[in-house]
């Protein structure tokens, strides 16, 4: 990779213009005298203009006066990687930067490298481009990736990327050895050089540790579009992690402690942005306490708006029907699993009563798509538990009956959506085998059986085949990019797993022993291994724990946040006997 020319330097008065929260594509970026950076997404246009966390590093990096930032989409269908920006080819930037958020993100990662003339393993790149890959994947289980990425981002980028990139633009121009570079920033919080950092690697988090709020703006789109999932909808998040601590969920661990945003940073960025629609993102929107005023805020203002999805018992009738009055016609709601045993085992705090008025209520004010969600496959799941669900759909089907009344002109379709668990590392999960994909379709069956004979419920499920594929990405050791490497030579994934079932059967069909050295413990991100594995057998007994405490990690001494955040010395509890299961009332 030849160093980038200094030379054009009259034009730097253009440089480190901070994009506009949902603005629309930038111009292309002049390189002169700046480090170029090629910002990568697996996926289409789509998917770039729908992924925060990707638009976060963009709006983070492009607004440095030493950065010239170009996006480059990964979608199905193209022949070599060109800038979004400027048309220029992959393999004239000195550092890739991957955002990564899904398992199935891996093989798009690979064939855009090898379409580049950019050699996938790392050991085969001693000089620039250096591969950073960055995102969810960096911090819940790097391992598959590491024969392939240069250096990894551990944590939130707001925590420390830029200075990493600067100190990059300082050796690139200096014309210093990538592997010069790698040794010298090896122990910068938040990267992870294989073969070079000290492990586990902290993760990097932004924020005062005595603080609940999200520091700095909160993220934000920076461009929309037809093509988003929310089509052109300014995207907002609203918290960042989930205080629940439903033990299937990586969200709820591997970003504690969980944060707020402040309702004035975000009627800012709106302010700013003036959208025609805003679009709600978190894991527990109802436990903002300024999600109302925000929401009557935005009416006022005549944007619209969208939320993803809620729980039952912050369904409110006047939260409810507030969202009725504004338009909000589809209401999403997590059952996730079968009964009440298999909810308490999943530490999901559930009322059956609640849940139930609270589709009463939503066929009573017109809503008209009812989404239910529910998981199946848990290792501690039995045929009785669903029987108890095919009593309870009849329930809910009876609750929407009551709620409609004798109104004839409105009816509210009921979408049960059901998923396969994935195992996933860094929850009590972790030590689970998943079930087999002839065991996931049975139940799928099942639940055709008892769902057909319910007048306006759907169903719909997930591929389990895929479900596997993505265990194994999750919870494989660096022997599982060879799987990446024989779907990019065998056509696809299908082929591959079958030159890879005695390996899946190793990583997915098994309960790992308690003390067993797991490939994701490379990073670090504070939750205590014995706080997990007391939950995973708190699971097998179907209690409840305690989710985290609302005055903040410093009064809680469960899962070791607080002693890894530096707020207190206290040790953790020993037992599963020594936590007291919340009431669900």
């Avoid at 990096?61 to 022949?79: D, I, N, Q, S, Y």
């Avoid at 899904?102 to 790149?125: K, N, Q, Y």
């Avoid at 109302?292 to 006022?300: E, N």
Wanted: hydrophobic share 45%.
């Amino acid at each position: 990779m030849r160093t980038p020319s200094g030379a054009d330097r009259s034009r730097h008065n253009k440089r480190g213009r901070s994009p506009r929260p949902g603005g629309s594509p930038p111009a292309p970026p002049d390189h002169g005298g700046r480090l170029p950076v090629a910002l990568l997404i697996p996926g289409d246009e789509g998917m770039g203009l729908s992924a925060l966390g990707w638009q976060a590093v963009y709006r983070l990096l492009a607004r440095e006066p030493e950065m010239a930032v170009e996006r480059f989409f990964l979608g199905k269908g193209f022949t070599a990687p060109i800038s979004a920006d400027s048309q220029r080819e992959l393999n004239l930037f000195p550092i890739l930067a991957a955002s990564v958020s899904f398992e199935e993100d891996f093989l798009p990662f690979l064939r855009a490298l090898t379409a580049a003339g950019v050699p996938s393993c790392r050991t085969e790149r001693p000089d620039y481009p250096l591969v950073l890959v960055g995102g969810p994947i960096a911090f819940l289980n790097p391992a598959p990736l590491i024969p392939l990425a240069d250096a990894f981002w551990v944590g939130e980028a707001e925590a420390g990327l830029v200075a990493f990139c600067q100190a990059l633009k300082e050796a690139v121009f200096a014309g210093v050895p990538k592997a010069d570079f790698l040794a010298s920033v090896a122990d910068m919080p938040g990267l992870f050089v294989p073969g070079v950092s000290k492990t586990p690697v902290r993760r990097v988090l932004a924020q005062d540790p005595e603080s609940s709020t999200l520091l700095g703006c909160p993220v934000a789109s920076s461009f929309t579009g037809p093509q988003a999932a929310f089509p052109d909808a300014l995207l907002l998040e609203i918290n960042r992690g989930c205080p629940h601590a439903c033990r299937f969920c990586a969200a709820g661990f591997i970003y504690r402690p969980p944060r707020h945003a402040r309702m004035s940073d975000l009627q800012a960025l709106v302010e700013e942005a003036n959208p025609p629609k805003v679009g709600l993102v978190g894991t527990a929107l109802t436990d903002w306490p300024e999600l109302m005023p925000f929401l009557r805020w935005l009416s006022a203002r005549k944007t619209k708006f969208s939320l993803s999805s809620l729980r039952a018992d912050g369904l409110t009738e006047e939260l409810l029907t507030f969202l009725r009055e504004c338009g909000i016609r589809t209401i999403t709601l997590a059952l996730e699993g079968a009964s009440e045993r298999l909810r308490r085992a999943a530490n999901k705090r559930l009322d059956a009563e609640i849940f139930l008025e609270a589709v009463e209520r939503a066929a009573r004010l017109g809503v008209n798509h009812l989404r239910l969600y529910l998981i199946v496959g848990w290792p501690w799941e039995t045929p009785e538990d669903y029987d108890e669900l095919e009593a309870f759909l009849a329930r809910i089907v009876a609750a929407r009956e009551a709620g409609h009344g004798a109104k004839t002109k409105e009816f509210m379709r009921i979408t049960l959506g059901a998923s396969s668990l994935v195992p996933k590392p860094f929850t009590p999960m972790q030590w689970a085998p998943m079930a087999s994909e002839a065991s996931l379709l049975a139940t799928q069956q099942r639940l055709r059986n008892m769902t057909k004979s319910l007048r306006g419920v759907a169903l719909q499920v997930d591929a389990p085949f895929q479900a596997r594929l993505q265990g194994v990405l999750s919870r494989g050791g660096e022997e599982t990019f060879e799987l990446v490497q024989l779907a990019a030579t065998e056509g696809g994934w299908k082929k591959a797993m079958r030159r890879f079932e005695d390996q899946t059967a190793h990583i997915l069909d098994r309960t790992r022993d308690e003390d067993e050295a797991f490939p994701w413990e490379v990073v670090d991100v504070g939750v205590d291994r014995a706080s997990l594995y007391r939950e995973w057998k708190r699971g097998w007994q179907a209690q409840l724990s305690p989710g985290c405490a609302k005055a903040g990690c410093a009064q809680c001494h469960l899962c070791g946040m607080d002693r890894w955040l530096g707020l207190t010395s206290a040790p953790a509890p020993a037992a599963a006997a020594e936590i007291e299961a919340p009431s669900t009332d």
